[in-house]
């Protein structure tokens, strides 16, 4: 990805206050941090002996903060330093960047970023500057803003007397702000000074904002405790949604506002989110922010839209989110993330909006926790405590310590082999963030518990047993909003649970005659909706497909991936016209139309943290034919042909074998047994895979986390 080159030097930005945090506070929130991990696990402390330096390590973290703070000299032979270090790495980092494309050697995008690094200077204009001339107005610039200490602009001042009006979420989040002051005894003074900044500050934004909420009878049980969340993640439906992350950013929100929180979510504003969205963005203001130790200041703008009681703040940096595509590759991606984490903490403390809970998703967003406790722990969003939420353990963000370092900036103390450190050469950020999270979770049980396994760890499996004590499993659920075959505006013929039997016979036809397969309602429909990659048993699939096509049968794929699972499924497409249909897209509406259409669901995965095309699946009233792996493993019950009972087929060992034996038991009580069968589909979209519970189950570990 290209980066823009800066044009004129700016003044250093106040981030540098924050990266100086006082040293005996800094180092004893640190030991007690510490400890707790110890305390809850410490049949682990043989095998991660460095968990024990971290704490020594800890102790220096603010001295070496401070020495952070970016003397340019120091910056330069720091660069120059680095470069050998990366050279020395290069190799490894490539072997753990297979996650992600590596399109370019490391070392030279170090040296290179670097060349450009200097002098310091200001980004490309921002978007907005060029687009959103009239938000501007309402929100004038905050430039050379402090981050950490959000001053209060005149302007912002003058629209006091507006924003009284709007009495809405941001002050309720005033208010959880205040109220986590108290537990925290010695930070109530400058906690409260941040409250009351913010009544000063919220105004104008809430005023903007509320311009272009989406309004909808939100029902908030407010006889419940109140709680504020920022999540932090890098996807959400519907600005940008690569998989299953999106569906529950988008989904998790809503239902905890229903639960009495205050939610906020901090996205990059990419490039790729749709016109429609930019266009009713809001402009809440700007500010530059040092990164690492590029020896320059980043611009930070942030971009609102509020919808359905949830607000949607935008990160805006063209520099990083410009791409059409939200993960490109390690080279660009972990500089993006660096950029991104900080700058979500940092736009919070800018919002003056501090949260009780910062709950980030994935590595992506797994530095928060980390930046949270070491160079943002005396600034007021050091107030908060962190969740971060894996999704997916694969994707790890592991790349070579010294380009962690520069961009990050992240004290030395954090690359120790308790947090950061992956071994010689690497650094992790998902390591780091679960070493300083005050909570994991992953979204399932059956995960929670697979991930300390070696069989599906990562590599992670020794630190995730180490930080087993604060590790818990909660399954997704499904917005029962977006995926309503009653109400769904992308089906043909509508249905519920009375008249499913009938409707969606109809809706299989529409989906034949839409994907050019024989039109037959007799024919055994199995669709599969996946991301073609490695994770999803797609090698069983592709193997056993001339077993499945035995004339009474039809296969719909729809995915988009690696390029051998493409081309498979194409070519099967074109050796079986009429029977096999290869969607290689991605389709919203389209998926949703297999859901409806298909009679039966493939997820064979290897590996499956949670799934939610089983859910969607069993929603439509389409039986899922699952791997017992994850959350598949949570949210299908076998069916059970004496007793009747079950929700789908499954198989437990990664074997074709064993998945075309459950194609062929589904089928079997397809075709010999339609009463049974249509129990069953029934059954299905009664069962309650509705975010319900589990998001009752995030606001107690919310509320665990902050008991005042
Ligand atoms: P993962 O997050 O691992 O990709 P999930 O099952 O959790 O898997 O979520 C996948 C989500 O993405 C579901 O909402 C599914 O409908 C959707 N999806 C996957 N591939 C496509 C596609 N090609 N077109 C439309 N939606 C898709
Ligand atoms: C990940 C997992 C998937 C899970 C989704 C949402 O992408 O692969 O199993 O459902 O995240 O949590």
Same mark, same amino acid.
Request: charged residues 25%; proline residues 5%; neutral net charge.
């Given at each position: 990805?290209?980066?823009?080159?800066?044009?004129?030097?700016? *003044?250093?930005?106040?981030?540098?206050?924050?990266?100086?945090?006082?040293?005996?506070?800094?180092?004893?929130?640190?030991? %007690?941090?510490?400890?707790?991990?110890?305390?809850?696990?410490?049949?682990?402390?043989?095998?991660?002996?460095?968990?024990?330096?971290?704490?020594?390590?800890?102790?220096?973290?603010?001295?070496?903060?401070?020495?952070?703070?970016? #003397?340019?000299?120091?910056?330069?032979?720091?660069?120059?330093?680095?470069?050998?270090?990366?050279?020395?790495?290069?190799?490894?980092?490539? *072997?753990?960047?297979?996650?992600?494309?590596?399109?370019?050697?490391? +070392?030279?995008?170090? +040296?290179? =970023?670097?060349?450009?690094?200097?002098?310091?200077?200001?980004?490309?204009?921002?978007?907005?500057?060029?687009?959103?001339?009239?938000?501007? %107005?309402?929100?004038?610039?905050?430039?050379?803003?402090?981050?950490?200490?959000?001053?209060?602009?005149?302007?912002?001042?003058?629209?006091?007397?507006?924003?009284? *009006?709007?009495?809405?979420?941001?002050?309720?989040? +005033?208010?959880?702000?205040?109220?986590?002051?108290?537990?925290?005894?010695?930070?109530?003074?400058?906690?409260?000074?941040? #409250?009351?900044?913010?009544?000063?500050?919220?105004?104008?934004?809430?005023? =903007?904002?509320?311009?272009?909420?989406?309004?909808?009878?939100?029902?908030?049980?407010?006889?419940?405790?109140?709680?504020?969340?920022?999540?932090?993640?890098?996807?959400?439906?519907?600005?940008?949604?690569?998989?299953?992350?999106?569906?529950?950013?988008?989904?998790?929100?809503?239902?905890?506002?229903?639960?009495?929180?205050?939610?906020?979510?901090?996205?990059?504003?990419? =490039?790729?989110?749709?016109?429609?969205?930019?266009?009713?963005?809001?402009?809440?203001?700007?500010?530059?922010?040092?990164? /690492?130790?590029?020896?320059?200041?980043?611009?930070?703008?942030?971009?609102?839209?509020?919808?359905?009681?949830?607000?949607?703040?935008?990160?805006?940096?063209?520099?990083?989110?410009?791409?059409?595509?939200?993960?490109?590759? !390690?080279? $660009?991606?972990?500089?993006?993330?660096?950029?991104?984490?900080?700058?979500?903490?940092?736009?919070?403390?800018?919002?003056?909006?501090?949260?009780?809970?910062? &709950?980030? &998703?994935?590595?992506?967003?797994?530095?928060?926790?980390?930046?949270?406790?070491?160079?943002?722990?005396?600034?007021?969003? /050091?107030?908060?405590?962190?969740?971060?939420?894996? &999704?997916?353990?694969?994707?790890?963000? @592991?790349?070579?310590?010294?380009?962690?370092?520069?961009?990050?900036?992240?004290?030395?103390?954090?690359?120790?082999?308790?947090?950061?450190?992956?071994?010689?050469?690497?650094?992790?950020?998902?390591?780091?963030?679960?070493?300083?999270?005050?909570?994991?979770?992953?979204?399932?049980?059956?995960?929670?518990?697979?991930?300390?396994?070696?069989?599906?760890?990562? &590599?992670?499996?020794?630190?995730?047993?180490?930080?087993?004590?604060?590790?818990?499993?909660?399954?997704?659920?499904?917005?029962?909003?977006?995926?309503?075959?009653?109400?769904?505006?992308?089906?043909?013929?509508?249905?519920?649970?009375?008249?499913?039997?009938?409707?969606?016979?109809?809706?299989?036809?529409?989906?034949?005659?839409? !994907?050019?397969?024989?039109? $037959?309602?007799?024919?055994?429909?199995?669709?599969?909706?996946?991301?073609?990659?490695?994770?999803?048993?797609?090698?069983? +699939?592709?193997? @056993?497909?001339?077993?499945?096509? $035995?004339?009474?049968?039809?296969?719909?794929?729809?995915?988009?991936?690696? *390029?051998?699972?493409?081309?498979?499924?194409?070519?099967?497409?074109?050796?079986?016209?009429?029977?096999?249909?290869?969607?290689?897209?991605?389709?919203?509406?389209?998926?949703?139309?297999?859901?409806?259409?298909?009679?039966?669901?493939?997820?064979?995965?290897?590996?499956?943290?949670? /799934?939610?095309?089983?859910?969607?699946?069993?929603?439509?009233?389409?039986?899922?034919?699952?791997?017992?792996?994850?959350?598949?493993?949570?949210?299908?019950?076998?069916?059970?042909?004496?007793?009747?009972?079950?929700?789908?087929?499954?198989?437990?060992?990664?074997?074709?074998?064993?998945?075309?034996?459950?194609?062929?038991?589904?089928?079997?009580?397809?075709?010999?047994?339609?009463?049974?069968?249509?129990?069953?589909?029934?059954?299905?979209?009664?069962?309650?895979?509705?975010?319900?519970?589990?998001?009752?189950?995030?606001?107690?570990?919310?509320?665990?986390?902050?008991?005042?």
């Amino acid at each position: 990805m290209a980066r823009k080159k800066a044009s004129s030097v700016k *003044k250093k930005p106040a981030t540098t206050k924050v990266a100086a945090p006082a040293a005996e506070k800094a180092a004893s929130v640190e030991e %007690k941090a510490i400890s707790a991990v110890t305390e809850t696990a410490p049949t682990e402390e043989k095998k991660e002996p460095a968990a024990k330096e971290t704490v020594s390590a800890e102790k220096k973290t603010a001295p070496v903060a401070e020495k952070a703070a970016p #003397a340019e000299e120091k910056k330069v032979s720091a660069v120059k330093e680095t470069v050998p270090a990366a050279e020395k790495t290069a190799v490894a980092a490539e *072997k753990a960047a297979s996650p992600e494309e590596k399109k370019e050697l490391p +070392v030279k995008k170090t +040296v290179s =970023a670097k060349e450009k690094t200097v002098p310091a200077a200001p980004e490309a204009p921002p978007v907005e500057e060029k687009k959103k001339t009239p938000a501007k %107005k309402t929100a004038p610039a905050k430039e050379k803003m402090d981050p950490a200490a959000a001053k209060t602009t005149p302007a912002e001042g003058k629209k006091r007397t507006s924003a009284k *009006k709007a009495a809405s979420a941001e002050e309720k989040a +005033v208010s959880a702000a205040a109220k986590a002051v108290p537990a925290k005894g010695k930070k109530r003074t400058s906690a409260k000074k941040a #409250a009351s900044v913010e009544e000063k500050s919220a105004p104008a934004a809430v005023e =903007a904002a509320s311009a272009v909420e989406e309004v909808s009878a939100v029902n908030v049980m407010s006889n419940l405790p109140r709680r504020s969340v920022a999540f932090i993640g890098s996807e959400c439906h519907p600005f940008v949604k690569t998989g299953g992350l999106g569906d529950v950013m988008y989904a998790l929100p809503r239902e905890l506002v229903r639960l009495n929180c205050d939610v906020r979510v901090i996205l990059p504003r990419y =490039a790729c989110i749709p016109q429609k969205y930019q266009d009713q963005m809001v402009y809440r203001g700007e500010f530059y922010m040092d990164l /690492g130790k590029t020896g320059r200041n980043y611009y930070v703008g942030i971009m609102e839209y509020v919808c359905d009681g949830v607000v949607y703040d935008f990160i805006d940096n063209q520099e990083f989110f410009s791409s059409g595509n939200p993960y490109l590759n !390690l080279v $660009d991606d972990i500089p993006k993330y660096c950029f991104f984490s900080k700058a979500a903490l940092a736009a919070l403390n800018y919002l003056n909006w501090i949260p009780d809970i910062v &709950h980030c &998703h994935d590595w992506q967003a797994a530095l928060v926790p980390v930046y949270l406790r070491t160079l943002f722990q005396d600034s007021p969003i /050091g107030h908060a405590r962190s969740i971060l939420t894996i &999704h997916n353990l694969r994707f790890q963000g @592991i790349y070579n310590i010294p380009t962690i370092q520069y961009w990050s900036g992240l004290p030395d103390s954090v690359f120790g082999m308790g947090a950061l450190k992956e071994n010689y050469v690497d650094a992790n950020m998902l390591k780091g963030g679960l070493a300083y999270a005050d909570r994991i979770t992953t979204v399932s049980g059956t995960y929670a518990y697979e991930i300390q396994t070696a069989e599906y760890g990562e &590599h992670l499996e020794n630190h995730l047993r180490y930080h087993s004590g604060k590790l818990r499993g909660i399954v997704n659920g499904i917005d029962y909003g977006m995926w309503n075959p009653e109400t769904d505006s992308a089906l043909t013929v509508h249905y519920n649970r009375d008249t499913v039997l009938e409707h969606k016979m109809e809706n299989k036809l529409a989906l034949q005659k839409e !994907l050019g397969l024989e039109e $037959d309602a007799g024919k055994f429909v199995i669709g599969l909706i996946s991301r073609l990659t490695n994770q999803k048993g797609l090698d069983l +699939v592709s193997s @056993i497909i001339p077993q499945v096509l $035995d004339g009474n049968t039809q296969v719909v794929v729809l995915g988009t991936g690696d *390029k051998q699972y493409e081309d498979t499924f194409r070519y099967y497409e074109g050796a079986n016209r009429g029977t096999f249909s290869a969607c290689i897209q991605y389709d919203e509406a389209r998926a949703h139309r297999i859901y409806a259409g298909a009679d039966a669901l493939l997820v064979p995965s290897r590996f499956e943290p949670c /799934g939610l095309t089983q859910l969607n699946a069993m929603h439509y009233g389409t039986l899922p034919i699952v791997r017992e792996t994850g959350g598949l493993k949570d949210t299908v019950q076998p069916y059970n042909i004496f007793t009747g009972d079950g929700n789908g087929f499954t198989f437990d060992r990664y074997d074709a074998g064993l998945l075309l034996d459950a194609i062929n038991r589904a089928k079997t009580l397809y075709f010999t047994n339609r009463d049974q069968w249509n129990q069953v589909v029934r059954r299905d979209m009664e069962k309650d895979v509705s975010w319900e519970n589990s998001a009752k189950q995030y606001k107690d570990l919310y509320l665990e986390l902050t008991q005042w």
